[in-house]
């Protein structure tokens, strides 16, 4: 998985032409601290399929808010660069993450 | 299908994980089943912990990981999965207990401690805005509010704790208040706190009706129910801490619950015997951390007296080879007193054995054979009750040989 920040969010994503996938994480979110080596293993499955990215919100706040993502887990899938999806809530379950994945393969 | 524990232990926050360090200090094989939370429960949640004796001053997910440690220490072993289902097993003692992803797992005592989850009023814009600046958790999400202004909905000891909390990354509070001016449902201490913090606001007997944004949360809609007025407030997000749910459903059938939470007796003791009920999932008054931490400590002390009873009976009466008389008796009773002695002698002149059950500590076997009075004396015979005697005089006693 790619690490993002400012300096390479609008490359690596924004430019992205295809499917691109981001988990917007902190170190205070226990759910996603949770939820990461399952987010890991779908990147290895799916990876010729999705270009799967990962953010971390400590120093990359206004790039999430940006994102329109203001809470975590957050979980946001976009196409040639556009968000599409926004998957979120303490209750998001790896299958959820998985079933979007197919949806856009 | 995996090994028996003695306990499994379904949910890893306060009450879970206190449970797990006595149970583990016993010396029983101890599993805590953890689902999609991580360790700690509610109180990984919280930031302010000034009510935790002995605790002066610390986090929730600082504690917690105490707790955690303290079972390590004890040799508790940990999983994850999600409960699906609960249930006593054919022989009336072991419990089955199933997981979402179909794992069984097997274990002579059960303690529930799946504690509650945030409630979710249902407020227009409420699910749309999740993550878009709707929260229902300060630790993971107060640093996306710095410098903003937000709105609190609730007034209980969580709101008013996470609204202070919350003062040290945003620029403003306005706490929406269900209540008449002055009332909240927090202890006076968070109260004060609260009123004495420049950053809160209060805007009283009041709703929000509607959480309004566009990509992101921009404003709330508030009702005022005295007036019937509504007002639009501009915001950029908006805190939800009114209250909690229980997390049950897989309890629904297998246990009695009242409103979704689990009736408990003062050992912990739900309607199915050897399952325990520990910490917020139960129906009590007190949800706290240190109530919590109380009833695990309860349930598992009561659970490991339960599978030492369990065992004791199957182990001297139901798979005994001879006969054996089974004494319901109670030591603070005089009658019960006077019976045991002559008990004894006669059943050794008859080379009988005698098995004492006292109902004073326990009554989840005399329950089984409807003991009412005391004391009572059975006969068993392969596992099978034979002849029954309610408060014997010394005479009646001689009908059972």
């Known amino acids: ?105 | 299908m995996s090994e028996v524990y003695d306990v499994l232990i379904i949910g890893g926050g306060a009450g879970g994980l206190s449970a797990g360090v006595y149970c583990g200090r016993g010396k029983m094989k101890t599993l805590v089943l953890e689902g999609s939370a991580r360790t700690g429960g509610q109180c990984a949640k919280t930031n302010e912990l000034e009510n935790y004796p002995g605790i002066v001053e610390s986090t929730g997910p600082a504690l917690m990981d105490k707790f955690r440690e303290h079972c390590d220490k004890f040799g508790v072993e940990f999983q994850r999965g999600m409960v699906s289902g609960l249930k006593m097993a054919e022989d009336g003692f072991t419990k089955d207990v199933t997981t979402k992803d179909g794992t069984v797992y097997q274990a002579k005592s059960v303690i529930v401690a799946t504690g509650a989850n945030p409630r979710i009023l249902g407020i227009k814009g409420e699910r749309e805005f999740t993550a878009k600046g709707v929260a229902y958790c300060a630790t993971c999400d107060a640093e996306f509010f710095e410098d903003l202004d937000i709105i609190v909905v609730g007034s209980g000891n969580t709101a008013v704790e996470e609204s202070v909390f919350l003062t040290k990354f945003v620029n403003s509070v306005r706490m929406v208040v269900l209540h008449d001016e002055g009332t909240m449902d927090a202890d006076r201490t968070a109260q004060e706190q609260a009123l004495a913090n420049d950053k809160i606001s209060f805007i009283w007997n009041s709703t929000v009706e509607e959480i309004c944004g566009d990509e992101l949360v921009n404003g709330v809609r508030i009702k005022n129910l005295k007036t019937g007025e509504i007002t639009e407030h501009d915001t950029d997000g908006v805190f939800m801490f009114v209250g909690t749910v229980p997390n049950t459903d897989f309890l629904e059938g297998a246990v009695e619950l009242n409103r979704g939470y689990i009736k408990v007796d003062d050992k912990m003791g739900t309607s199915m015997p050897g399952v325990f009920g520990a910490g917020d999932v139960n129906d009590k008054w007190l949800r706290q951390v240190v109530t919590a931490a109380g009833d695990g400590a309860i349930a598992a002390v009561a659970a490991e007296r339960y599978i030492a009873e369990e065992e004791h009976w199957s182990h001297s009466v139901l798979e005994a080879k001879e006969d054996r008389l089974v004494a319901f008796w109670n030591p603070l009773d005089k009658q019960s007193l006077e019976l045991m002695s002559q008990l004894e002698t006669r059943a050794e002149a008859h080379s009988l054995k005698v098995v004492t059950i006292d109902t004073y500590k326990s009554r989840n076997i005399a329950d089984r054979y409807e003991i009412t009075q005391i004391p009572t004396v059975i006969r068993f015979r392969d596992g099978e009750a034979l002849k029954r005697i309610e408060a014997p005089s010394a005479e009646k006693l001689e009908e059972l040989f």
């Not at chain 1, 969010?9 to 939820?35: N, P, T, Y």
């Not at chain 1, 990962?54 to 809470?71: C, D, S, Y």
């Not at chain 1, 979980?75 to 809530?89: N, Q, R, T």
Request: proline share 2%; hydrophobic share 40%; aromatic share 8%.
């Open chain 1, 1 to 105: 998985m790619i690490e993002l920040g400012k300096e390479n969010f609008d490359s690596e994503i924004k430019e992205h032409q295809g499917v691109a996938m981001v988990d917007f994480w902190g170190e205070s979110c226990g759910r996603c601290m949770e939820l990461m080596p399952d987010v890991i293993e779908l990147a290895d499955r799916y990876e010729s399929d999705i270009k799967f990215a990962k953010l971390n919100i400590k120093g990359n706040r206004r790039v999430a808010m940006g994102q329109g993502v203001m809470g975590l887990p957050s979980i946001v899938f976009y196409k040639d660069g556009e968000k599409i999806e926004h998957l979120s809530g303490e209750e998001l379950e790896a299958e959820q993450i998985e079933e979007a994945i197919k949806r856009y393969i």
